[in-house]
């Protein structure tokens, strides 16, 4: 069974541009979660959909963030503009619905805005 | 405000003898914890869990011990081996999202 996947590994961004993360979570885990560790700091929930509803997103920071899951598959998380705080590794989990507590984690995207 | 701490930032750990790493919560509603490994430009790998309702779950080398009284939950290698040098996160959930600690990076030296 193949884990989560995230696209791409490292982007590197200036000030001010947009950035696309990817998401391709467990087949079949409805619950998919979006998490950020920034340098120095413990690793933070952003937000949570179940199928392709977002269930709480009250760790966006910011209305820059803007993340998607069409069809209850893969999603997405837009930064635009980007900001040099932004800087960060953003982590895709996704989990079972019938065992929603426990997440697996994809390798992560390592942002560096410049 | 720090909801789940893991006070020792780092652990050296002779191969072969017990690693013990802590965490400590202050958050009531938690419910359920867990423990992940991380190496370096990797994303955080399930180790082993444990619901509120226990105060013990094994897993091979693994074991978790939660103390609810004190809000504290403990993850016990043993024996330690090289390949278990890496990051370890204690995490707590009381809902879906998962509250994590810093981490301690444990190094098992041979």
């Known amino acids: 069974e193949a884990g989560v996947t995230q696209f791409p590994s490292h982007s590197v961004i200036e000030k001010g541009q947009t950035v696309t993360l990817r998401c391709d979570p467990i087949?079949?885990?409805?619950?998919l979660y979006w998490y950020r560790r920034v340098m120095g700091k413990e690793i933070k929930f952003l937000l949570h959909?179940?199928?392709?509803?977002?269930?709480?997103e009250s760790g966006m920071p910011n209305n820059r963030f803007l993340a998607e899951r069409t069809g209850g598959t893969y999603s997405t998380l837009k930064v635009q503009p980007a900001e040099l705080e932004d800087s960060g590794v953003y982590f895709c989990?996704?989990?079972?619905?019938?065992?929603?507590?426990?997440?697996?984690f994809g390798p992560g995207t390592r942002l560096l805005v410049l | 405000d720090q909801q789940v701490k893991q006070n020792s930032p780092s652990l050296s750990v002779q191969e072969g003898r017990i690693s013990i790493l802590n965490c400590d919560y202050t958050?009531?509603?938690?419910?359920?914890f867990l423990w992940y490994k991380k190496y370096p430009a990797e994303g955080p790998t399930f180790l082993i869990s444990?619901?509120?309702?226990?105060d013990k779950n094994e897993d091979g080398r693994f074991t978790v011990f939660l103390n609810k009284s004190a809000k504290h939950l403990s993850l016990h290698i043993v024996p330690s081996q090289p390949g278990d040098s890496a990051v370890y996160f204690c995490?707590?959930?009381?809902?879906?999202?998962?509250?994590f600690g810093k981490g301690t990076k444990l190094s098992v030296i041979p």
């Open positions: 958050n009531s509603m938690f419910d359920y």
């Open positions: 087949s079949g885990h409805d619950n």
């Open positions: 444990i619901s509120s309702i226990k």
């Open positions: 959909f179940v199928k392709e509803s977002k269930q709480d």
């Open positions: 995490a707590a959930s009381g809902g879906y999202q998962l509250t």
């Open positions: 989990a996704s989990s079972q619905a019938t065992r929603r507590q426990t997440q697996y």
